[in-house]
């Protein structure tokens, strides 16, 4: 196994984590920020009312986005299981 194939194989799986991390994240940065927002216009200043429906919210996207994050997960391990003879050496 050269360096080359190394340095392809950890960029592709961070590249693969980030694209499956980025629309969990998004989703709750965005309800973050409306709540904010609401909070702010209604000088409610309770520190539950953030936490709770951003944990909802990204507990639900989560459920939601499950099934493509798994097969896309499946497709790199099934890739990454049938070149396993080029990782050896073999």
């Given at each position: 196994?050269t360096?080359?194939?190394v340095?392809?194989?950890i960029?592709?799986?961070f590249w693969?984590?980030?694209?499956?991390?980025?629309?969990i994240?998004?989703?709750?940065?965005?309800?973050?920020?409306l709540?904010?927002?609401?909070q702010?216009?209604?000088?409610?200043q309770?520190?539950?009312?953030?936490?709770?429906?951003?944990?909802i919210?990204?507990?639900l996207?989560i459920m939601?986005?499950s099934?493509w994050?798994l097969s896309?997960?499946?497709?790199?391990?099934?890739?990454l299981l049938g070149?396993l003879?080029t990782f050896?050496?073999?």
């Open positions: 196994m360096e080359y194939v340095l392809e194989l960029k592709e799986t693969i984590s980030i694209l499956l991390t980025t629309p994240l998004l989703i709750g940065m965005i309800v973050g920020i709540i904010s927002i609401i702010t216009a209604t000088s409610i309770e520190q539950s009312l953030t936490v709770v429906p951003k944990l919210i990204t507990v996207a939601g986005m099934r994050m896309y997960m499946i497709g790199f391990a099934t890739k070149s003879d050896a050496g073999l």
